[in-house]
Nanobody, 126 residues
Framework: QVQLVESGGGLVQAGGSRRLSCTASGRTFSDYAMGWFRQAPGKERELVAA????????NYADSVKGRFTISRDNAKRSVYLAMNSLRAEDTAVYYC???????????????????WGQGTQVTVSS
């Protein structure tokens, strides 16, 4: 299995930028497709972005397209989420997750990810 640790959360002003990182330990990182999810108070957890094992395939929620970028560095066992033009509605706990099944495809379904980090809070002040 793999252990995931997120970092980079914090307080940012609306319109600002933030970069989240997720570092994995355990099994080979490149054996997993990865996703970033978020959960705001009172709301369901939702996919923000996902990336395939090689990094060639990505998928974004409509609400973040053009503002967020997911990337990965398999040598560093890390996946990143660059967030620009942040809005108050981006406020949430952000989680990274690993999917051991898919290779060059990605899934948007929460229950198809096998391993999760503990989350990092991002708060956007308006």
């Amino acid at each position: 299995q793999v252990q995931l640790v997120e970092s980079g959360g914090g307080l940012v002003q609306a319109g600002g930028s933030r970069r989240l990182s997720c570092t994995a330990s355990g099994r080979t990182f490149s054996d997993y497709a990865m996703g970033w999810f978020r959960q705001a108070p009172g709301k369901e957890r939702e996919l923000v972005a996902a990336i395939s094992r090689s990094g060639r395939t990505t998928n974004y929620a409509d609400s973040v397209k053009g503002r967020f970028t997911i990337s990965r560095d398999n040598a560093k066992r890390s996946v990143y989420l660059a967030m620009n033009s942040l809005r108050a509605e981006d406020t949430a706990v952000y989680y990274c997750a690993a999917d051991r099944l898919r290779v060059e495809r990605v899934t948007v379904k929460v229950d198809e990810y096998d391993y999760w980090g503990q989350g990092t809070q991002v708060t956007v002040s308006s």
